[in-house]
C-alpha cells in the first residue's frame, strides 16, 4: 500500500491512539504506585490501596518501621509495618501521616470481569526515584480459586505473559482503562508471573488490618491418596469410589490429635465430599472455617466411623502484629 494513502493514514492514526490510550492508562495508574525502600538495593513497588495504607508483597519488604516511601510527585513519605502473610505473599504498610491527595491517589479497581484470557495489560512499578517502569502483555490464563504451596487462598488464578522488570512484584497490573486489576507478584510460583486479584487483596488487607494476620484454619495432619481394595472398598459401599487419603502424621496436640484421628486411618470423605487428594481436604479449610465442626468418614481398622474434627486456626511465624500509629 503507497506511502501516504488512506489505509495507512488509518492504519498510523489508530496505532497512534493506541499508544496514547496506552501511555494514558500508565499514568493514571502511576499515580497510586509507590516505590518502598525497605530492602538493600532496588526499592519495591507498592500500590496505595486506600487512605494511608499502602500494599506490597511480603517477600520484597525486609524492614518493619521507618520505612520511607517515594510518591508519585517526588516526594517522600515514613511508613510503617502493619502486617504480613506469608501465604499470599502480601504486607500492608500504614504512613505516619496520610499523604495529600495531590501527592498520590487511592486505586483505582477494575472489575472482576476484566480479568480475561487475552486482555491486553500492563504492570506498572516504581522501583525507584525516577519514575514508573511499565511492561505490555497480555492475561495467559485465568482459573478458579486456589491456594499457594505456603496455603494462602487466592481468588483467582491469573497468569500474565509480558516482560518482568526490577520492581515488578508489588506493582499494579492495569488494564486498558488504567484501572487496576490486582498486584503482580513472581515469587508465589517460581518466577512465573502471576497477579494476587484485587478482592483477594482487599480481603487480606482488611484481616490485616483488624487482626494483624490472617486466619489459616488446619487440622494437623500429613496425608497421601491411597486405594481401597477392591474387596474392601466392596465391603464398605464404596467400591464406585475406591479412593482416600491415608493419614501418616498427627501432630500433637493438634486439632486431628484432639479428635482421635490416627495414623494408618483412611480417610474417605470431609464433609461428606469424597476425597481423593489431600487438596480435596485442604479446599474445606478456608479462614471461615476456623472454629467450626468437619466430619470425616474414615476407615480404621477395616471399619467405618466418623471423626468429627474442631478446625484449628494456624498462626504463621512470620506474621507481624500490628505497629505504628493505631495499633
Known sequence: MPSGSPGTRTSSSALRALSDDLAAAVERAGRSVVAIHARPRIPASGIYWRDGVVVATSHTIR???????????????????????????????RFDTTPATSAVAAAGLSPNHSLRV???????????????????????????????????????FVRLDLAIYDGFSGGALVD????????????????????????????????????????????????????????????????????????????????????GLLVGDVILSAAGRPVAEPQDIAEQLGGEHVGS????????????????VTVGERQASSDVRRRGRGS
Open 176 to 259: 486498558a482503562d488504567g484501572s487496576i486489576l490486582g498486584v503482580n507478584c513472581s515469587a508465589l510460583a517460581r518466577g512465573t508471573p502471576l497477579t494476587i486479584p484485587h478482592t483477594t487483596v482487599s480481603r487480606v488487607v482488611d484481616a490485616l488490618l483488624t487482626r494483624g494476620h490472617v486466619a489459616r484454619a488446619y487440622l494437623g495432619v500429613a496425608m497421601q491418596p491411597a486405594r481401597l481394595t477392591r474387596s474392601l472398598a466392596e465391603r464398605l459401599g464404596v467400591s464406585d469410589a475406591p479412593h482416600g487419603v491415608l493419614v501418616v502424621m498427627v501432630e500433637s496436640d493438634s486439632p486431628a490429635d484432639r479428635a
Open 118 to 156: 487475552g486482555s491486553f495489560v500492563l504492570a506498572v512499578g516504581r522501583p525507584g526515584d525516577e519514575g514508573v517502569t511499565t511492561s505490555l502483555g497480555v492475561i495467559s490464563a485465568v482459573g478458579d480459586k486456589w491456594r499457594t504451596w505456603s496455603g494462602g487462598e487466592i481468588d483467582r
Open 293 to 308: 465442626e468437619l466430619a470425616l468418614s474414615i476407615v480404621r481398622g477395616g471399619e467405618r466411623h466418623t471423626v468429627k
Open 63 to 93: 524492614k518493619e518501621q521507618d520505612i520511607s516511601i517515594t510518591l508519585p510527585d517526588g516526594s517522600r513519605a515514613q511508613a510503617q509495618l502493619v502486617g504480613r502473610d506469608g501465604g499470599t505473599d502480601l504486607a500492608v504498610l
